[in-house]
């Protein structure tokens, strides 16, 4: 079955504690992306990935990375979480840049 | 800057039309997408419009207009399994993509 995989599905962790919330897509896509939820905000995407080794910043990318060493996985890592990054985070993957999104099930981030 | 807006909430009737206007202001646009998310679930693609002029997938049909920088979506037949945020989407030439903050759609029996 073609899926956008992320784990975990709920994270509740402590400011400065480093956490990775990884994402892997079987469908072959070049196009992988990170998106946070905030009410009232919509989707705004964090980070971006054309190939493998290939990343570029989204509309907020302070305070996270990300990597894209294999073209199936794009995890991303908060290497000091603080409370401001409490939210609901979409992994996503396509082909290419405009063509259809499919996104993982989402992880709700909690940050004490 | 780069931004697409679009009304925060919507309420029809249980058989209706409704329409969601979706305006964007960003170079470089590559077309405009459609996303339907349910409370509590991911985001699932609807349509994509790469070209002016009407698309149409069951239901749902889309319509963009590059000279007017203007898009919407349109629900016909609406049914209380419709009640979602609907949410319209742009790729630019920087390969980013920018969403609209959402639109929250009521429907009432």
């Known amino acids: 079955e073609a899926q956008v995989t992320q784990n975990p599905r709920y994270l509740i962790t402590v400011t400065g504690k480093k956490l990775t919330v990884t994402c892997s897509q079987n469908m072959n896509h070049e196009y992988m992306s990170w998106y946070r939820q905030d009410p009232g905000l919509g989707l705004r995407q964090i980070y971006y990935?054309?190939?493998?080794?290939?990343?570029d910043k989204g509309d907020v990318p302070e305070g996270y990375k990300v990597s894209r060493k294999e073209k199936r996985n794009f995890p991303l890592i908060l290497e000091s979480p603080s409370p401001n990054q409490t939210s609901l985070y979409f992994c996503?993957?396509?082909?290419?840049?405009?063509?259809?999104?499919?996104f993982g099930s989402g992880t709700q981030l909690s940050v004490l | 800057g780069q931004s697409l807006e679009q009304p925060s909430e919507v309420t029809a009737v249980e058989g209706a039309i409704v329409q969601i206007n979706c305006t964007y202001q960003t170079s470089g646009f590559y077309g405009l997408s459609w996303y339907q998310q349910h409370d509590g679930g991911a985001p699932t693609f609807l349509s994509y419009n790469a070209l002016d002029g009407l698309e149409e997938t069951g239901r749902f049909s889309s319509f963009l207009s590059r000279s007017d920088s203007y898009g919407y979506l349109l629900l016909q037949e609406l049914q209380m399994k419709d009640s979602a945020s609907y949410f319209c989407s742009g790729g630019n030439r920087d390969d980013k993509i920018i969403f609209g903050k959402g639109t929250r759609l009521h429907i009432l029996p």
């Open positions: 990935s054309m190939n493998v080794e290939v990343t």
């Open positions: 996503a993957s396509s082909f290419r840049v405009n063509e259809k999104l499919f």
